[in-house]
């Protein structure tokens, strides 16, 4: 197969001004607390192998032991996961995964129970950031490993 476009380089200012969003939201108090959870949950969702192995990394480097990047694809059935993250994982779920008439009642109200009016709105655009980056991945196609150098993930000294 060759080689697809590189969308960053292609259309170099928006992909600037969708990476200053995604720094934006690295800022808040929340994404910090729950973003590689998140970030995680959603590559694996959808496919996004690139996305997958640079936000483990990522994770790696900011502290996040491995079994827990490991129970991330079975998070409901793990006792590694606190209740308040195991609510972001189910509403990242829902919210990558839209059902037909949109997010449930019963899902929205379970994801209140843990987060405020403003936690759960950078929740959600956390995870509107992540799935458009997935999308751009999953279209394009990135070797994953690609951009470690790039922005510092090969201090994960995973390989």
């Known amino acids: 197969m060759s080689q697809r476009v590189n969308y960053y380089q292609a259309a170099a200012d928006l992909s600037q001004k969708y990476m200053e969003f995604s720094n934006a939201l690295k800022k808040h108090p929340l994404v910090r607390e729950l973003g590689d959870l998140v970030n995680m949950r959603a590559s694996q969702l959808n496919g996004c192998a690139f996305c997958v192995d640079m936000h483990s ?19 409901w059935e793990s006792p590694l996961f606190s209740e308040r993250e195991k609510a972001a994982l189910a509403w990242t779920e829902v919210v990558t995964n839209l059902p037909p008439h949109g ?50 993930l090969d201090k994960a000294g995973l390989k």
């Open 57 to 75: 990394k990522e994770a790696k480097i900011r502290g996040e032991r491995e079994l827990r990047l490991y129970h991330v694809a079975v998070w």
């Open 103 to 152: 997010v449930p009642d019963e899902a929205y109200e379970k994801a209140r129970a843990h987060f405020n009016e403003e936690e759960l709105s950078v929740l959600t655009l956390q995870i509107v950031g992540i799935n458009g980056w997935n999308r751009l991945s999953v279209s394009f196609r990135p070797e994953p490993g690609s951009a470690d150098a790039a922005f510092g």
